[in-house]
């Protein structure tokens, strides 16, 4: 099965999971991202990144909201315009959001539409810088027990990780129903070194 057929197959088992299912296991990965950053004991402030959770994804809303509770500073990936991305060589940057003000967050709304650097105002959600990161929880759409990953296609991911420093915990979420039996990689696919999954 190549890339294109796993992602639907994939993507159709994590739909047809039960709501109430998804929730659910969505809190327990939650909990057992929080279990994780305390047993780091990085020193404050902390620095993670997230994502909007679209359609049936693992949803690290609930982790999100326990970060910033704590004082950690909360970051969501901004797609870039053209322009943008080619100037930084990237497809996404990190922008820090206030609780508060995620509702108000464009990129959170609409997290695949592109944004020109000129429509976000700054002050408000400033980028941080991947160097910045202490974690990054990961979206994924099926992944294997070498820790290979498939996502959606864009190599958004591929791009950015190689970026982040050597210290900075990567963590891919799922849900158990994600795992397949091997996931076909290319040169450019990085695997993760951790999956929390449920």
């Known amino acids: ?94 922008r820090a959001v206030a609780a508060s003000d995620a509702a108000a967050a464009p990129f959170i709304t609409h997290p695949t539409r592109t944004f020109a650097a000129a429509d976000i105002d ?6 941080v810088s991947a160097e910045a990161l202490d974690m990054i929880v990961v979206p994924l759409v099926a992944f294997d027990r070498t820790g290979a ?6 190599g958004c991911y591929d791009r950015y990780l190689p970026t982040l420093s050597a210290t900075c915990q990567i963590i891919g979420i799922s849900f158990d129903e994600q795992r397949v039996d091997h996931i076909p990689t290319d040169a450019h696919d990085l695997p993760l070194p951790n999956i929390i999954s449920a």
Do not use: N
């Not at 039960?18 to 909990?31: N, P, T, Y």
């Not at 990953?149 to 864009?154: E, H, I, K, M, T």
């Open 122 to 127: 700054s002050d408000r959600f400033p980028i």
């Open 1 to 94: 099965m190549d890339k294109a057929e796993l992602r639907r197959a994939v993507i159709a088992r994590r739909d047809a999971l039960d709501l109430d299912v998804r929730a659910a296991k969505s809190a327990v990965i939650c909990a057992r991202l929080v279990e994780l950053f305390d047993r780091l004991g990085v020193a404050a402030p902390h620095t993670v990144a997230v994502y909007a959770a679209m359609g049936s994804e693992a949803d690290p809303a609930a982790f999100a909201a326990a970060a910033a509770a704590r004082g950690w500073r909360v970051a969501y990936p901004c797609m870039l315009s053209a322009i943008d991305a080619a100037a930084c060589d990237q497809r996404m940057c990190m």
């Open 149 to 154: 990953r498939l996502g959606y296609g864009g």
